[in-house]
């Protein structure tokens, strides 16, 4: 007997969305690493604790597609592309790349709403509003870099920034979470 509850359509929009969480994180190590290197030891750290964040979103993919009885589907992760050119281009980076997810997860919730496949449409709201926690973080990034100066940012400026982000923590308060009592 066939246990599959997932389309061959969704199956595969899921292994491909798994690979891309993989993507991310490989984005997120490589620009951890590069401003590691030039000595943006609080920027790196915060950017490898967020490298773990999207390994964990692959995680949830991969038990995902297990749970609904479908095939995993491990493929080769992409080259996560040349560095930052500096740590203005680093944010304004991050916050394409989260767009760009967004409307990958975007598409999955229009296909499983398509398909009917209310399991998988439930299991994607997690990641609609993860996104939007993410989308906020980097909107937060490239605030704090434009206060700081943008692409003319001084060297005093960039380390009270690198001070501040290594004690940053990683999620966003979402509007629709705030209340009295946990503003
Ligand atoms: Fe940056 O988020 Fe995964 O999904």
Not at 34 to 61: C, P, Q, T, V
């Amino acid at each position: 007997m066939d246990s599959n509850r997932l389309s061959a359509t969704l199956a595969k929009a899921l292994n491909e969305q798994m690979t891309g969480e993989a993507h991310n994180a490989q984005i997120y190590l490589a620009y951890a690493a590069w401003a590691s290197e030039k000595g943006y030891d609080g920027i790196a750290n915060f950017l490898f604790r967020h490298e773990n964040e999207e390994r964990n979103h692959m995680m949830k993919f991969l038990e995902y597609i297990l749970k609904r009885g479908a095939k995993v589907v491990v493929s080769a992760i992409p080259d996560p592309g040349p560095n930052p050119t500096s740590i203005n281009n680093c944010f304004e980076k991050v916050f394409q790349s989260e767009v760009e997810n967004t409307e990958r997860i975007y598409r999955i919730v229009e296909m499983s709403m398509a398909e009917k496949d209310w399991a998988t449409w439930n299991f994607m709201q997690w990641f609609v509003k993860e996104q939007t926690e993410e989308e906020t973080l980097a909107i937060e990034l490239l605030d704090k870099i434009k206060v700081a100066g943008g692409e003319a940012a001084n060297d005093s400026a960039l380390y009270a920034l690198d001070r501040d982000l290594q004690a940053t923590p990683d999620d966003a308060i979402l509007a629709q979470d705030v209340t009295v009592e946990k503003p």
